[in-house]
């Protein structure tokens, strides 16, 4: 069955930074637009970051832009969220998605907690 697997979350002073990871298996990964959306407590989840199959576009939520950036390897089934400037609310469970509109597909991984505190 497909997996996306996130990595790379912890514990982070406010102003510090964090790369997250998705390993994707078990799909075609150059065919899906991938997303990063993150749930804090009490709160519904959120997009965050997301880009296009080929990795010619991405999009931001205004509360992380210029601060976070979406990349992906295709050749490594992988995408990137790296987070710079990390704020106390950017604490949440960052969750990977990947989407194949055309065919009506879409994953979820199982989280990876992020936590920004001093």
């Known amino acids: 069955q497909v997996q996306l697997v996130e990595s790379g979350g912890g514990l982070v002073q406010p102003g510090g930074s964090l790369r997250l990871s998705c390993a994707a298996s078990r799909l075609t990964f150059s065919r899906y637009d991938m997303s990063w959306y993150r749930q804090a407590p009490g709160k519904e989840r959120e997009l965050v970051a997301r880009?296009?199959?080929?990795?010619?576009?991405?999009n931001y939520a205004d509360s992380v832009k210029g601060r976070f950036t979406i990349s992906r390897d295709n050749a490594k089934n992988t995408v990137y969220l790296q987070m710079n400037s990390l704020k106390p609310e950017d604490t949440a469970v960052y969750y990977c998605?990947?989407?194949?509109?055309?065919?009506?597909?879409?994953?979820w991984g199982q989280g990876t907690q992020v936590t920004v505190s001093s």
């Open positions: 880009i296009t199959s080929t990795g010619g576009s991405t």
């Open positions: 998605n990947g989407d194949w509109a055309v065919a009506n597909l879409k994953f």
